[in-house]
């Protein structure tokens, strides 16, 4: 059956349609599944945007842990640079104490062997003060 259009003349113009109860329940049918459709459809958009979500943060843990793992790898040879510098400069610090301990070993042995009466004296000298300071 055809849907009838009645016109009706009042003050405006207006068209009302003839229900017929079949077509009123197939449109209806029709609605509640398009509802239907639709409600599946943002179902699938929802879950694709969480699986796009997940992706988004595994990516960022991902790189996340590349930086941390880069700043790691970095400060780990930044100290390892900073060690090998002390260990020279110690090295080079204690090499100097031994070049002028042994200047001064050697200045000692040249003043003993030029005075060596007045350098048993000194050295009777500061053992009779060390006694003295030991006993108090």
Known sequence: MGTLYVIERNTNWSVNMASNPEKDEAAARFAEAKGDIDERKLEVQVAQLQEDLRGIADTLKHLTGERVSGAQ????A????????????????IEDIEDQAS???LELKDRIREKPFASVFAALGIGYLLALISRH
């Open 73 to 76: 790898r970095s400060a780990s």
């Open 78 to 93: 930044e100290f390892r640079n900073f060690q090998r510098r002390a260990t020279n400069s110690i090295n080079d610090t």
């Open 103 to 105: 200047e001064l070993e």
